[in-house]
């Protein structure tokens, strides 16, 4: 049974501090999406990627967020410096593009808290 | 412009009785239509989705959607809801071609014993 996996699943750290969480796709799929869910804005597309290149990543807050894929099977993000308004769960969901039979399977989430 | 617009950012139903989440889209685009499930403190879940085959879909669970063009919607329903499908459900629209998803705010539901 594939699945996305993220890691870690928890974070706290403080603020200032550097943030990486990763997440591995599900092989196979061409397509990665960063989302972020608070309960105050719900889910917010941060960043998505189709065959690694970076489609568009206008939802992320480009002086402090950087998304990635190394690989194929790596998609990280980053928070340098983070804020305590950065915490919130962050999914990553992958998904394999091919005519209309299209949709996102998605990870378990990083729950981060910035003190 | 696309949207995707949930009536009811809440729902409580008895154990039993039948569940209706609606969702009304706005595509500039033929779309492709999701509802996704969430958990309290999981992932979301692929429920079920509409590709332009048949109108009424049938996903996991027991629950089902129908594609109605005429009145861009495309509402969630079960005929006899569980404890377990106490959770929060998302309508989501991907337009055309499109790489992107465009979600709902979200519907929680809540089943009484």
């Known amino acids: 049974d594939a699945r996305v996996t993220q890691t870690p699943r928890h974070k706290v750290t403080e603020m200032g501090q550097e943030v990486t969480m990763r997440c591995q796709p599900i092989?196979?799929?061409?397509?990665v999406f960063w989302y972020r869910q608070t309960m105050m804005q719900g889910l917010e597309l941060l960043a998505y990627f189709r065959n690694r290149a970076p489609l568009d990543d206008s939802g992320m807050p480009k002086d402090r967020f950087s998304a990635e894929m190394p690989d194929a099977t790596l998609a990280t993000l980053k928070i340098q410096p983070s804020e305590p308004r950065d915490s919130a769960v962050y999914f990553c969901a992958s998904g394999f593009r091919q005519g209309s039979n299209y949709e996102q399977y998605f990870g378990p989430g990083t729950r981060l808290t910035v003190t | 412009a696309q949207s995707v617009t949930q009536l009811d950012s809440h729902v409580s139903v008895s154990e039993g009785t039948p569940v209706l989440l609606r969702c009304n889209y706005s595509?500039?685009?033929?779309?492709?239509l999701f509802w996704y499930v969430q958990h309290p403190n999981k992932g979301l879940q692929l429920l079920l989705k509409?590709?332009?085959?048949?109108?009424l879909v049938k996903g996991i669970n027991g629950f089902e959607a129908e594609f109605k063009k005429s009145e861009t919607s495309f509402h969630l329903t079960k005929p006899s809801a569980h404890m377990s499908d106490a959770a929060e459900y998302f309508c989501v629209v991907r337009p055309g071609n499109f790489n992107k998803f465009y979600f709902g705010s979200g519907t929680k539901l809540n089943v009484k014993p």
């Open positions: 595509s500039s685009y033929s779309p492709s």
């Open positions: 092989l196979g799929h061409n397509t």
């Open positions: 509409y590709t332009s085959a048949a109108t």
